[in-house]
Structure formats: structure tokens, C-alpha cells
């Protein structure tokens, strides 16, 4: 059995490293066509997934080189779960809708590919998890997440072709549902890695018996527990910033934000208009009101696999401060800002 399992581990490990690299030729650029564009995953996020998927394998690896056969479920347990998260990545690879003119073309997460003619869509809705498509016959085409690339390049496409978005957002924006928004991204990453923790310890105990399998349960639980808990503690100021922030300005124009969401139907965290601005990307929170900016000092673009970019400002009291966010979010903000 350890001969079939050294080159197994081998394989799964050097396998992320061949989808990385395909990963890497696969066309990732921005486009601000609306006319022909591919609205997919973005490759930062295929890439973690890719980066984290040997990490089992790895580390089945090292087992198989100390303890031997002693530990054979556990390799095994790993090898699945290796497996298991470059499919995961795969799907996120395969992932697209292509949109050429008046004609859409779909690629599920399981590689399905269907093609649909504008013509034929019966109707979009818009729910706070993204863009549901729905054929004429009443079937679903297509969902696409506000995360994806060219999600807005959609957005402008279908208000360009006459393509009604039927809005099933219920409630206006606050700033603790845009707070809730920011840290739901933390809060799932804080998820998936506690579970990884869990499985870990439990598996564990098949190679040390010493304690309990209660006992393991329990140090695995409370391991999850407290790393999701730290993780969403240490990214607190990430968010909380934006909402200093918008406290300040509700001081400065003597107004309530939440009224103001209200008071312009606005139900969308990703909302900009002549008089608001509103981002909710990356956990933070970029939020402003026109009048309360007064100039761009200067800004850092970003390339194509950079995270984050950074733009300093200029208050109307004269104070500067420096508003770090997504790319595309600073971007916009200073053509706001300039506009």
C-alpha cells in the first residue's frame, strides 16, 4: 500500500503546481467592453485555492516518510482531502460566461457549457448574493456573483440592451448591514479553516491514541473555535475604519446615514452616485458623501495580481488621510472624487 501511496502523494502535490502554471495563461485582463467580455472568478482567488490545495498532500508526505504504514487511514484521509480542494479550484477554473453580442455562453462549475440568444431571457433577478438568469421557458440559465470579474461589465450590458434587472433586495443599506457585509468574507475563510482544523485533529487520533476520541473532538471544536474568533478579531479594524469614517461625516453634515440610504432607496452595497458613494470589497468599507472630499493628492495603481491600492485624499478641513481598498474600488473613487 506504500508503494501506491508515495507516488500518489507525489502526483497530487505536483498537480496544483501544472493548474497553477495554466492558471497563469489563461486570460485574466480587465476589459471595458460591453459588449464582448468574460464574466468568471477571479484569478486571485482560483490562485489561493490552487496555492492551498498540496498543502494536505504535503503534509501526508512527511507522515509517510516518519511514521510509515502505522498511519495509513491518515494519508489516505489526506489524499482525499488534497483531491477534494484541487477540484474545488478546478470548478472555480471552468467557471465562466462568455458574452458576445447579443449571444451568452455559459460554462457551469462542472464544465456543462449552453448557449442562450438575449432574445430568449425571460428575466434577471437580483438578490444580495448576485444575478440569477432565467430562460423563457422558466429554467435557470446562469448565476454570476457580485465577486466575479466583469460582473459590473454585465450590469452596463444589460441596461444597454434593454435587459430589465428585477431588484429582490428587501431592505435598505445600514451601517451594520454594511459592516455584516464586510466581515461575512472573513467569517466563511474563518469557517473553512476551523473545518480543516477539525478533520486535522480528528485524524490525529488515529496516529495518537493517548487521549479520547471525545477529548480529540473537543480540542478540535475549541481549536476552530478560537482561530475564527482571533481571525475575525485581528480583521475587526479593516471594516471599522470605513464606519469611523462615516460617523464622521454624519458629525460634519449633520445627518444620518441610515436615513439617507432610505431616503435614496439605496440597496445595494456597491452604490455610487452624484451624492454617495458606497464600496463594500476585500472587508473594507470606503463610504463618502459628496463635499466631504475635496481633492486626490495621489494614488498607486496596481498591476494585475496586486490585492490592494491606495489613494490619499484631501478633506474639506484640510486633514489628509490615506484610503487603502480593492483596485477597482479606488479607481472609482477617484474618478468620483474628479468628476
Known sequence: MERLLLP?????????????LMLNNLNYNTTKSINRFTVKIKHILVKIVLFISPIPAVLALILLLIFSSAIIDVLIF?????TAILLFGIMLMLYKLEVDSDTLRFRSFFGMTKCLNTADIDKIVETEHGLTIFKNSGS?????????????NFIKYCHKNGLIIKSKIKHQITKFSLFLNAMRVIFKIG???GVFIIILTISLYFVNKSLSFTEHLL???????????????????????????ITKQEKYFGISFNEEMQKHNVREINYVSYEWFVSVRMSRIIVFRRGYLSAVLSSKQSGRNIVTSEINVLVNDGKKIKLVGHPK???????WITS
Open 329 to 335: 474600488t479606488i479607481e472609482e473613487l477617484r474618478e
Open 219 to 245: 480540542i478540535a471544536v475549541g481549536g476552530s473555535v478560537f482561530f475564527t474568533l482571533l481571525l475575525l478579531l485581528a480583521s475587526l479594524p479593516l471594516p471599522l475604519k470605513g464606519i469611523r469614517y
Open 78 to 82: 489526506l489524499c482525499v482531502m488534497t
Open 8 to 20: 500518489l502523494i507525489i502526483i497530487l502535490i505536483v498537480l496544483p503546481v501544472i493548474f497553477l
Open 191 to 193: 469557517i473553512f479553516v
Open 140 to 152: 435557470k440559465f446562469a448565476t454570476l456573483s457580485p465577486s466575479c470579474l466583469h460582473y459590473d
